[in-house]
Structure formats: C-alpha cells, structure tokens
C-alpha cells in the first residue's frame, strides 16, 4: 500500500476564436472636427447613461464605445472618399471623350 495516488490529466489543444485583433487608430482623424464632435458627444452620453458605475468599468465602456464610433466614422469616412474619386474619374473621362470627340475644330460644350 501506497499513500500515493494515480493522477490522470488528459489535455485537449482547442484553439480559442480569434478576434479581430488589436484597435489602432490613425491619428489623422484626430483633426477632423466632424470626428472630435462625434466622440465628445458620445462620451457625454455615455457618462450620462453610466454615471453609476465605477470610474474603471465607466473608463473602459468609453473607450469602447470610441472605438466602435471610430470603426464607424472612418467606414463611413472610406465610402464618400471612394464615391468622390469615382465621380472624377468619370468626370474625367467624359472631359477626355469631349476632347476627343471635338478633335482639332477649337469648341466643345463641357459638362
């Protein structure tokens, strides 16, 4: 007899969900004032709505909350610069065609 006994440890290698990853933020966007309005707007709010948390827990759902406003805003920020740089490039390609429509006779009506 023995005062020690069998232990069995059997270990499964699940692999964790992965996230997103990590939240880096270009500082650019910092000056935009359309942006800086947007943030201060949802930090007032969210002190608002949580004054009754305490400050980590409050500090930690703002920074949240600026990260997803942020994802948002610069989505939002990518579509229109896209939707602008299309409308030149059509742009410009109607001027060209015009240009090369009128050839060398001097007058074409553009746009």
Same mark, same amino acid.
């Given at each position: 007899?023995?005062? =020690?006994?069998?232990?069995?440890? *059997?270990?499964?290698?699940?692999?964790?969900?992965?996230?997103?990853?990590?939240?880096?933020?270009?500082?650019?966007? %910092?000056?935009?004032?359309? !942006?800086?309005? @947007?943030?201060? @707007? /949802?930090?007032? =709010?969210?002190?608002?709505?949580?004054?009754?948390?305490?400050?980590?827990?409050?500090?930690?759902?703002? *920074?949240?909350?600026?990260?997803?406003?942020?994802?948002? !805003?610069?989505?939002? *920020?990518?579509?229109?610069?896209?939707?602008? *740089? /299309?409308?030149?490039?059509?742009? %410009?390609?109607?001027? @060209?065609?015009?240009? =090369?429509?009128?050839?060398?006779?001097?007058?074409?009506?553009?746009?």
């Amino acid at each position: 007899m023995t005062d =020690h006994s069998l232990v069995a440890l *059997k270990l499964n290698n699940i692999q964790p969900e992965r996230g997103p990853g990590y939240f880096k933020l270009n500082n650019s966007i %910092i000056l935009d004032t359309q !942006y800086q309005t @947007q943030i201060k @707007q /949802e930090i007032i =709010h969210t002190v608002q709505n949580i004054s009754d948390a305490n400050p980590n827990t409050l500090w930690e759902i703002i *920074k949240g909350n600026i990260r997803n406003t942020t994802i948002r !805003y610069t989505s939002f *920020k990518q579509k229109e610069t896209r939707k602008l *740089k /299309e409308k030149t490039l059509r742009d %410009i390609e109607k001027l @060209q065609s015009q240009l =090369h429509n009128t050839g060398t006779t001097g007058k074409a009506s553009i746009m």
